[in-house]
């Protein structure tokens, strides 16, 4: 029995289910800084979003929260006046899914805080958490809140790249329409580089976590259809 920060579970070792290995899962340093770092401003985009006019410039909501918006949306014109007044619904729709990606990051928090066990007292499971996860005491997930977890943010993260490919789509097949008026050093800073690390970033861990199920399902297939020898 170990004690979980949702109570007192027992940990399922390598042997207890017919020799079956549990789903071990290790949230890497990458997922969780993303987490840090995106949940809070995709929250903060997506009340603009949702809550505009109030939240634009002139707007009960705009000073101080979204001030800032006032510089993006002459940047950028789907976060402006210009999209707004010729009732573009894009913005409103990004804005949308912004708000089911983010509660689907959301679940994986709750699982990840409520289920998360020490990688020390994974019997068993040595091999795959590593020795470098149990010498710094890293939270770990175990069997079926392992898998929904990693099921959950993959499928997040899938959403939310294809959602900013769309984006970036958008202003190509337009002809850039909404940020062409730029100079080109006002649009690397304020448009590429903030918008480009919703492609990098969701990529990379859609990788790390798509090895994660493959990985776990080649196991599963594996331990229930043993190949039989001559």
């Known amino acids: 029995m170990v004690t979980t920060r949702a109570g007192t579970k027992t ?17 890497s340093r990458m997922l969780l800084l993303w987490f840090a770092i995106s949940l809070p401003l995709v929250t903060w985009d997506t009340i603009y979003v949702l809550g505009r006019p109030w939240t634009m410039e002139g707007g009960a909501w ?14 950028d014109h789907v976060y402006g006046w210009k999209a707004f007044n010729a009732k573009v619904g894009f913005t409103g729709a990004q804005g949308a899914l ?8 959301l679940v994986y928090v709750y699982i990840y805080w409520t289920s ?13 958490v590593g ?5 710094d005491k890293t939270a770990v ?14 499928s997040a993260f899938v959403m939310t790249l294809s959602k900013t490919i769309l984006y970036w789509l958008c202003e190509y097949f337009s002809g850039y329409d909404n940020i062409g008026h730029n100079a080109l050093r006002d649009l690397i800073v304020l448009w590429i580089i903030p918008n480009g690390a919703w492609l990098v970033a969701p990529t990379y861990l ?16 594996a331990e229930a259809l043993p190949i039989k020898s001559d």
């Open 11 to 27: 940990l399922v070792a390598n042997g207890a289910t017919g020799g079956r290995s549990p789903w071990i899962h290790v949230p």
């Open 62 to 75: 705009h000073w101080p929260m979204y001030v800032p918006y006032k510089l993006y949306g002459e940047v």
């Open 141 to 154: 997930l175990v069997g079926k809140p392992a898998a929904v977890a990693v099921l959950v943010a993959f």
């Open 116 to 128: 998360a066990v020490p990688a020390a007292s994974v019997a068993g499971g040595s091999a795959k």
């Open 98 to 105: 912004n708000a089911i990606e983010t509660a689907m990051y």
């Open 206 to 221: 859609i990788y790390v976590l798509g090895q994660e199920i493959v990985e776990g399902l080649t196991m599963a297939s």
């Open 131 to 135: 020795a470098a996860a149990q010498a």
